[in-house]
T-cell receptor, first 113, second 111 residues
């Protein structure tokens, strides 16, 4: 079966701009989580969505937002980009929420210049 | 609270064994283990649940000591394919997909 698809794979943006990242989970999966990965901070949780509802939010400023659509696809948006937002953004999909295997996408590499 | 992994890095020869630990200062509901190879997405290895049995993925096994708030990942007879960064993740509450990951342990297996 098809895996988790994240688009785009690479992005270069300028400080102050905004960006939207997309994640298509595995067919049938209803839970999508987003993580930010940087060399210094490791894997940090951003959001968790289940059936179009945000269930959890990580410790990130309000510039980071997300949503999930009825087909379980999810988007995250970062407004007023800062240099420190440069990172690999990973999306993980699961059948449901809770103690279950998560499948990660290849990620979107965002570079802010 | 981020779990603490030890060691931070380990270098092995093929066939050698290694242990990676994941400790928390808070009670653990479960422990999830993932491996990430360079330039690739993290891949699920196993979940350890409270009161559950020791789990296994190929020649990799793991245990969960609730009292010590610790999980250990055992890599037996390491293969070159085991190289990568291993992360443990713990949920802050019982029923959530949110995981707080440790800082990772980089494992390099040499021929």
């Amino acid at each position: 079966k098809a895996g988790v698809t994240q688009t785009p794979r690479y992005l270069i943006k300028t400080r102050g701009q905004q960006v939207t990242l997309s994640c298509s989970p595995i067919s049938g999966h209803r839970s999508v989580s987003w993580y930010q990965q940087t060399p210094g901070q490791g894997l940090q949780f951003l959001f968790e969505y289940f059936s179009e509802t945000q269930r959890n939010k990580g410790n990130f400023p309000g510039r980071f937002s997300g949503r999930q659509f009825s087909n379980s696809r999810s988007e995250m948006n970062v407004s007023t980009l800062e240099l420190g937002d440069s990172a690999l953004y990973l999306c993980a999909s699961s059948l449901t929420t809770g103690n279950t295997e998560a499948f990660f996408g290849q990620g979107t590499r965002l570079t802010v210049v | 609270q981020q779990p603490v992994q030890s060691p931070q890095a380990v270098i092995l020869r093929e066939g050698e064994d290694a242990v990676i630990n994941c400790s928390s200062s808070k009670a653990l509901y479960s422990v999830h283990w993932y491996r990430q190879k360079h330039g690739e997405a993290p891949v699920f290895l196993m979940i350890l649940l409270k009161g559950g049995e020791q789990m296994r993925h190929e020649k990799i096994s793991a245990s969960f000591n609730e009292k010590k708030q610790q999980s250990s990942l055992y890599l037996t007879a390491s293969q070159l394919s085991y190289s990568g960064t291993y992360f443990c993740g713990t949920p802050p509450t019982g029923n959530t997909g949110k995981l707080i990951f440790g800082q990772g342990t980089t494992l390099q297996v040499k021929p």
